[in-house]
């Protein structure tokens, strides 16, 4: 192909340094390579890469490069695709209940709860792998017995199910946030944290890593949970059931506070939580297309290699791990693992998510 191509040293090596970075340098959240074809002629290449969760590179080129070059380049970059990605609600997600409690302001997407109803949303799709982002803005002042809830699910009875949910409290308490993993409908795996920030005076991240060998909870890209892939123990892992992605605002005073015992103000209402920068980049799968087929689609072969099955996510890095340990110390206040009172045998898989 290069004997055909006329070409200067410099492009060659920004070209170069694209692919390095592409193939090197994935974890969480790295956006795919972007390749637009301008013209028959020429064409403008723009990677945005991401390493997170500390630090971030942004590189954009734009060259004129011979477009014989395109299907080589595309072919360096192709381990890095991811299918679906968008900031933008109405193209990933539609209302599910409650539309006359939705507020739409410019890019800030608002769910109402108030003594009539809350309100939900999910996504038009089902996804395999990858990673779903939202920024939420939580219930502002006094918000015990409400849940803000977002989370990834499949369907049926043995479903698989992975969970954020935001427990209100009164004015001048931390919210609590409560994760859950659900695999073959069997959850009672919970986990409480409280934050280190104000989750109500600011948007934060909250994101779902998923791929065949870890799911992982993130808070600003800094992992609050780890479940691992056990299987070779005999443990049941959730990598063959696509899922939705939802989110909703309701109320659960009868449990979310205090164990119930503090109830819902309803003078203080509406409750109100702000959404913005909807990120999903993962493997679309097709209602109509068999489980087993779409697991198959969504896993890297010889053919394709998708950024969530590389090495480097296979585990959580040293910083990650250590980020995860400093989350576990000072921050979480309940773990179904150390609950002997509720599982006196402890859950197989506790003792390896033990930090």
Not at 69 to 96: C, I
Not at 229 to 246: C, H, L, T
Not at 264 to 275: G, K, R
Not at 297 to 310: A, V
Request: glycine share 6%.
């Amino acid at each position: 192909m290069r004997s055909n191509m006329t070409w200067h040293k410099g492009e060659e090596k920004l070209v170069r340094v694209l692919v390095e970075e592409a193939n090197g340098r994935i974890e969480f959240g790295y956006k795919k390579a972007i390749v637009l074809l301008y013209s028959i002629e020429h064409f403008s290449v723009e990677a945005s890469l991401c390493s997170l969760p500390l630090n971030s590179i942004t590189l954009a080129v734009t060259m004129a490069i011979p477009v014989t070059l395109l299907f080589g380049f595309f072919m360096g970059l192709v381990l890095v695709v991811g299918l679906v990605s968008s900031a933008k609600f109405e193209e990933l997600f539609q209302p599910s209940w409650a539309l006359d409690h939705f507020i739409h302001e410019g890019e800030l997407l608002k769910l109402k709860l108030d003594n009539h109803s809350g309100a939900g949303f999910s996504s038009k799709s089902k996804y395999m792998f990858g990673k779903v982002s939202i920024q939420i803005k939580l219930v502002e002042g006094d918000s015990a017995g409400t849940v803000t809830a977002f989370y990834m699910s499949s369907d049926g009875s043995n479903h698989n199910e992975f969970d954020f949910e935001f427990l209100g409290n009164t004015t001048g308490e931390p919210y609590t946030v409560q994760t859950n993993v659900y695999v073959n409908g069997v959850g009672n795996r919970e986990q409480r944290l409280n934050l280190w920030f104000d989750p109500t005076k600011e948007f934060h991240s909250y994101s779902i890593f998923w791929n065949q060998r870890q799911v992982v909870f993130l808070v600003d890209e800094t992992p609050i949970r780890l479940h691992t892939n056990m299987e070779n123990k005999g443990i049941p892992f959730p990598k063959d059931q696509a899922m939705g992605v939802y989110s909703s605002i309701w109320n659960a005073d009868d449990w979310a506070t205090q164990g119930g015992r503090i109830k819902t103000d309803w003078t203080h209402a509406p409750f109100i939580a702000t959404y913005k920068g909807f990120e999903i980049d993962g493997c679309e799968c097709p209602v109509s297309v068999a489980a087993a087929d779409n697991a198959n689609k969504c896993i890297s072969n010889t053919e394709r290699r998708y950024w969530w099955d590389e090495p480097t996510l296979s585990e959580l890095n040293v910083h990650q791990s250590h980020q995860l340990r400093w989350v576990r110390a000072n921050h979480m206040v309940y773990d179904y693992c150390t609950d002997t009172a509720r599982f006196p045998v402890l859950p197989p898989e506790c003792m390896h998510h033990r930090q």
